[in-house]
Each structure stands twice: as structure tokens, then as C-alpha cells.
């Protein structure tokens, strides 16, 4: 087994042309199931509460928007951590199979918006009304955004060395705590995203074989 990476390394032309490629598909296939189910379940009033009252006095950090939306980041790193286009391909797979099996849980479970919902103020603000929107309606368990992460963490942990990829199950983890304290998730929705996106990284990277 080749030694793992303590650093980032400069991609060439074939490393960025599949990131761009593998990419550019990720986010039709997110639009068509992450868009497509909120539309779907808009079109019916039936919603299942994930919520407990315990999670009433979980705090408003709207701040924590922040962590939220450095999931983005996280997932563009992957351009400088994957060394080769095979390695990109065997990400976008694996990214491929946690919107298809979330999506099919939003469509079977669709969650009760969380309620109540608070408005942040200050240089804040847009930020977090920016997070809020790209959470759309319903799409609650599993937590897309926590299974997102998961996955990153997975793929980047095979990749770098054990202090390194324990940074990424560090912020991995921070973005799960930052759907909680934005109030964009429910406890149950973080759990099952963590979940699914382990499995799906544990079934992707032990079955799949994309390097040929």
C-alpha cells in the first residue's frame, strides 16, 4: 500500500478535467433529486415530525451558517487531495449513490418543516438566509448535508495520513453540529446522514473499482 500524504498536491490537466466533468454531473443529479423531491412532496401535506422537545433548547447560532456552508469547500478540495481522475470518479460515484438513496428516504419520510423559525440579524444575515434556502422544504432524514461530509471525510481519510484525516472527521462533525445550531435539522436527520454517508463510503470504497 502506497504511504498516505501529509499535503495537498497541485492537479494536472486530467485531474481537473474529471473534476470538472464528474462535477458539473453531480450537480444535475442533485438539482433533478435534491430540487425534484421537495417539489414532489410540496404536492401532498403529508410530514412526519423527527423533532423532540428536548430539541427545544438546543441554541440559535446563525453564525454557525458558516461551517454550514463550508461543506462547499470541503467537497472542492477534493481536486487537490484525490491524486488521480479515477480516484475523482470513484468520489462522484459514491456522492452519486448518497443523493439517490437520501432522496429516496425524503420521498418515503418527508419532515415536518422546523418550527419555529428564527431570522438572524446583523453582517450575518445573508449568509444564513443563504444556507436556509439552498435547505429547501421536506428534505429532512437522512441529512444530505451530514452524509455530504461523512463521505468527504471517508474519501479524503484513505487518501492522508492519520493526523490529516482526522481534521476532516473534525469538520466533518462541525457541519453536522452546525445543521443543529441553525436550527436546518432535526437530531434523527443528523444521526441518519451520518449513518447513511458511512455506509455509503464503507460500500463505495469496498466494492466499487473504478481504476481501470
Known sequence: MPLKATRFTWPDRDRVAAF????SLL???WVVVYGGVSWLTGLHGYRIDFGWNEESYIPFLPEMAVIYLSLFPMIWLSLFILPTPADIKQFAVALACLFVVSGIGFVILPGRTYSPAESARGPI???FEFADWINLEHNYLPSLHVGMAVVCAYAY???LRRGVALFFWAWATAVALSTLLTH???IADVVAGGVVGWLVGSISYSK???SA
Not at 20 to 23: C, F, R
Request: aromatic letters at 10%.
Open 157 to 159: 481519510g484513505r487518501q
Open 125 to 127: 444575515q445573508p449568509v
Open 184 to 186: 436546518q435539522h432535526y
Open 27 to 29: 450537480c444535475v443529479l
Open 20 to 23: 470538472l466533468g464528474y462535477g
Open 208 to 210: 466499487l473499482n473504478l
